[in-house]
Antibody, heavy 119, light 109 residues
Framework: QVELVQSGAEVRKPGASVKVSCQAS????????FNWVRQAPGQGLEWMGW????????NYAQKFQGRVTMTTDTSANTVFMDVRGLRSDDTAVYFC????????????WGQGTLVTVSS | SYVLTQPPSVSVAPGKTASLTCGGN??????VHWYQQKPGQAPVLVIN???DRPSGIPDRFSGSNSGNTATLTISRVEAGDEADYYC????????????FGGGTKLTVL
């Protein structure tokens, strides 16, 4: 069965960086891509960008360009998202979500990774 | 940038039908996806591309999309349907990004 397992919760100080991982299993990794979506406490969903697992092509939301980098390790069926220059308003649960393309819905989601930014 | 508007809350009695709307300028020309999210859990795709129901989603869930409004309809509502529901589209003409509605909290009375 399809499963996306994310790395554990992180705490960072303002200005620091964090790297979140998402390991996929149960399907052909190269056939799909991954969206990253975050949710601040008590708030709605916010899309951060997309990465194609087959070739690493990315499409970042304008808001996050220059501050976020998404990468893949195809040997480990894993995608990563690196967020730099963290601020307190980056405190959120970060989800990876599988999709055939960024124009389609995301049919499987990771369990989420809480990133807390606090001095 | 493209804006999706959802009512903050909808209430419905068990066994009745809930209609959750998602408004956007000419949204009928876009593919709309709907997600259900229960507290402390990841979202679940319940409707893909306007009307497609993923495997495992009950046929009580259906979707439609026309003009300036997309609608998620939940028939024979159950207590377990109580959740937040988000609509989402791909904005190909503006920011080239996903856009989410603000979400609707469905309360089962």
């Amino acid at each position: 069965q399809v499963e996306l397992v994310q790395s554990g919760a992180e705490v960072r100080k303002p200005g620091a960086s964090v790297k979140v991982s998402c390991q996929a299993s149960g399907y052909n990794f190269h056939s799909y891509g991954f969206n990253w979506v975050r949710q601040a406490p008590g708030q709605g969903l916010e899309w951060m960008g997309w990465i194609a697992a087959s070739n690493g092509n990315t499409n970042y939301a304008q808001k996050f360009q220059g501050r976020v980098t998404m990468t893949t390790d195809t040997s480990a069926n894993t995608v990563f998202m690196d967020v730099r220059g963290l601020r307190s308003d980056d405190t959120a649960v970060y989800f990876c979500a599988r999709g055939l393309s960024y124009t389609r819905g995301a049919d499987y989601w990771g369990q989420g990774t809480l990133v807390t930014v606090s001095s | 940038s493209y804006v999706l508007t959802q009512p903050p809350s909808v209430s419905v009695a068990p066994g009745k039908t809930a209609s959750l709307t998602c408004g956007g300028n000419n949204i009928g020309s876009k593919s709309v996806h709907w997600y259900q999210q229960k507290p402390g859990q990841a979202p679940v795709l319940v409707i893909n591309s306007d009307t497609d129901r993923p495997s495992g989603i009950p046929d009580r869930f259906s979707g439609s999309n026309s003009g300036n409004t997309a609608t998620l309809t939940i028939s024979r509502v159950e207590a377990g349907d109580e959740a937040d529901y988000y609509c989402q589209v791909w904005d190909s003409s503006g920011d080239h990004s996903w856009v989410f509605g603000g979400g609707t909290k469905l309360t089962v009375l």
